[in-house]
């Protein structure tokens, strides 16, 4: 199983991790509709095996949600 995992900047899930599993490695990250209905792709991205994470961007996301999931994205892939 290969995972990605993903932490949601601004909505309603700001903060949020959320695991997806697939059977075979996926080369690019998920995009995820929040639970407002809104798409949220991926900004940043750190690949690795058997997991790679992604920070995923609401529209209504402020800089500061942006930078702490980042940071938190970095912190968790070390």
């Given at each position: 199983m290969f995972r990605w995992i993903?932490?949601?900047?601004?909505?309603?899930?700001?903060?949020?991790?959320?695991?997806?599993?697939?059977?075979?490695?996926?080369?690019?990250?998920?995009?995820?509709?929040?639970?407002d209905g809104k798409i949220c792709c991926a900004i940043a991205t750190r690949t690795g095996v058997p997991a790679s994470h992604c920070v995923l961007v609401h529209p209504a996301a402020t800089h500061e949600q942006i930078e702490r999931a980042v940071d938190r994205m970095l912190e968790e892939s070390l």
């Amino acid at each position: 199983m290969f995972r990605w995992i993903s932490i949601m900047a601004g909505g309603p899930q700001d903060g949020e991790r959320l695991i997806r599993e697939f059977y075979d490695a996926r080369p690019s990250p998920p995009s995820l509709r929040a639970e407002d209905g809104k798409i949220c792709c991926a900004i940043a991205t750190r690949t690795g095996v058997p997991a790679s994470h992604c920070v995923l961007v609401h529209p209504a996301a402020t800089h500061e949600q942006i930078e702490r999931a980042v940071d938190r994205m970095l912190e968790e892939s070390l």
